[in-house]
């Protein structure tokens, strides 16, 4: 089972991508996670990323491609995975496509999950993030049991610097220009499935689980 998941910047991506990664038992891979994890540890790939994220930008393609490459090559990722926030880009999703096509391998499944920009201010600036262990909370709509540390950690939650207002609405433009053009790419491809991303998260998984399992 290989899946993508598609949506605007805080559309709920991460938290779906996580419970299918723990229904089907197949890794959940976020480039977003895997840049934090590098800023956090002070690599030189994570320096130069930080610039481009802080500000609202993708990171350059050649930086993320190959860091994607690598983690999909991996062993646990045999029996496939769910990709958060990647492809982000058209050239992003053709060389991932390369990648599976010289595999005889493609993705099943790329889910959209739609939540119109209205919506999606209010979700990021209530979005709490451990960076321990990349569980994510919302402080109106899935509030950890102690306000301000990780349920599964006891790590601090912090609110992401490019969550903030200002750089939401950044990213958002970042979105229609950049990313909404794999809505098309995978329509023609005959995966593409769109799932409506306002309902409660049990009811967004419950759509995506009939999509998978159908
Ligand atoms: P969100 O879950 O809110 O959409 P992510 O954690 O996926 O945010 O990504 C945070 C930031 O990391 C993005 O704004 C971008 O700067 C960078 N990033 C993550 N994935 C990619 C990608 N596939 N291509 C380019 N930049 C990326
Ligand atoms: P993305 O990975 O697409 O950026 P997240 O999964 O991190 O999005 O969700 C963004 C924020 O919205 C988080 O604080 C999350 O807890 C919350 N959230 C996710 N899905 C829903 C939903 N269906 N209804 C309300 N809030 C949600
Ligand atoms: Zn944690």
């Known amino acids: 089972m290989k899946v993508i998941m598609l ?5 709920g991506k991460g938290t ?8 089907w038992g197949i890794p959940h891979i976020s480039t977003g996670d895997i840049f934090r ?3 956090k540890s002070g690599t030189s790939l994570g320096m130069e990323a930080k ?16 860091m994607l490459l690598d983690r999909v090559s991996q062993e646990d990722c045999k029996e496939g995975y769910v990709l958060d926030g990647f492809p982000r880009t058209i050239p992003q999703a053709e060389v991932l496509n390369k990648a599976l096509t010289e595999l005889e391998d493609s993705i099943d499944y790329a889910v959209n999950v739609d939540v119109p920009d209205k919506n999606i201010v209010s979700r990021m600036a ?14 109106e709509y899935a509030p950890s049991k102690e306000e301000g540390i990780c349920d599964r950690c006891e790590q601090p939650l912090i609110l992401r610097d490019d969550d903030k207002p ?3 609405t950044k990213r958002l433009m970042v979105y229609h220009e950049q990313t909404l053009p794999l809505i098309d790419y995978y329509t023609k491809k005959g995966v593409l499935r769109t799932v409506d991303g306002t309902q409660d998260m049990e009811k967004v998984f419950e759509s995506i689980v009939a999509i998978l399992e159908g």
């Open 37 to 39: 994890a590098n800023i």
């Open 51 to 66: 610039g481009y994220m802080d500000q609202g930008l993708l990171v350059p393609d050649e930086l993320t491609v190959k």
């Open 126 to 139: 209530g979005r709490r993030a451990c960076l321990s262990c990349g569980a994510t909370y919302h402080v």
């Open 16 to 23: 779906q991508a996580k419970r299918i990664a723990d229904k």
């Open 166 to 168: 200002e750089t939401v």
């Open 7 to 11: 949506g605007a910047p805080g559309a």
